[in-house]
């Protein structure tokens, strides 16, 4: 599940024209950056949502081959983080899947993180099992961290006046179980993390590399220059 339907309100002026998974980081938008991760890691099947400006992604989602595609059509109504996932369920199947946000970027370590992720997923402990980010070291993101996490990898949200050692990094690997009761309509996928961490079901994995948060204009340059220097 690619999530690709957000209004990228702090990526303005740029995505008044242009919808933000189709904004360019060294030549290639976000969500292609993102689909071709999970192409090599073997996902044969996406499906991508869509809100804002859904045309234009659907039209540039035509020119893919692998994965296949499949549009999650939210226009009549933005759904969020959950809801858009709880949408799309009937398509995504019974087996945990793998959830990406479009505007997701990394630079891998060793080992591609999404093999790491589906490797290191269990669910007979686990509902979700979350890609983080440390705080410290990674480009663009200036935030207070999402979680802290245990010895054996369960994660406790940041209190409100704390720092935390670690930012979600906008992939994770999904247990359908997860959306048990969640209500249809406008949610939050916080909210089911919340819940998951309660019953001891939300786990964390370190992302191995280099993550880049590229939530603004400025953050574009930021991320280029990062992705410059690895390459040099």
């Known amino acids: 599940m690619v999530l690709a339907a957000g209004l990228g309100t702090r ?26 991760r ?17 045309d234009q992604i659907r039209q540039h989602l035509l020119q893919r081959r692998q994965p296949e595609i499949v549009i999650s059509d939210e226009r009549g109504e933005l759904l969020g983080t959950g809801g858009g996932v709880k949408k799309a369920l009937p398509e995504l199947g019974n087996a945990p899947f793998f959830h990406v946000n479009s505007d997701t970027i990394w630079m891998e370590g060793v080992k591609p993180n ?15 099992l979350l890609l983080l980010a440390p705080v410290a070291g990674s480009i663009g993101y200036s935030g207070r961290g999402d979680f802290a996490m245990a010895p054996d990898k369960r994660l406790r949200r940041r209190a409100e006046h704390e720092i935390a050692p670690f930012v979600y990094a906008g992939a994770a690997v ?4 997860l959306f048990n009761g969640a209500p249809d309509g406008k949610l939050s996928l916080t909210t089911l993390f919340e819940r998951a961490a309660q019953a001891q079901r939300l786990h964390g994995l370190r992302l191995e590399g280099l993550w880049m948060h590229v939530g603004t204009p400025e953050a574009i340059a930021e991320a280029e220059a990062a992705i410059r220097t690895s390459a040099g």
């Open 11 to 36: 990526m303005r002026p740029i995505t008044d024209s242009t919808p933000k998974p189709l904004v360019k980081i060294s030549g290639k938008p976000l969500i292609d950056h993102v689909l071709d």
């Open 114 to 128: 999404l093999a790491r992720l589906a490797q290191a997923f269990d669910p007979a402990i686990m509902d979700a």
């Open 174 to 177: 999904l247990a359908p179980a």
């Open 38 to 54: 999970l192409a090599e890691a073997g996902v044969e099947r996406a499906v991508v949502n869509v809100h804002h400006m859904a």
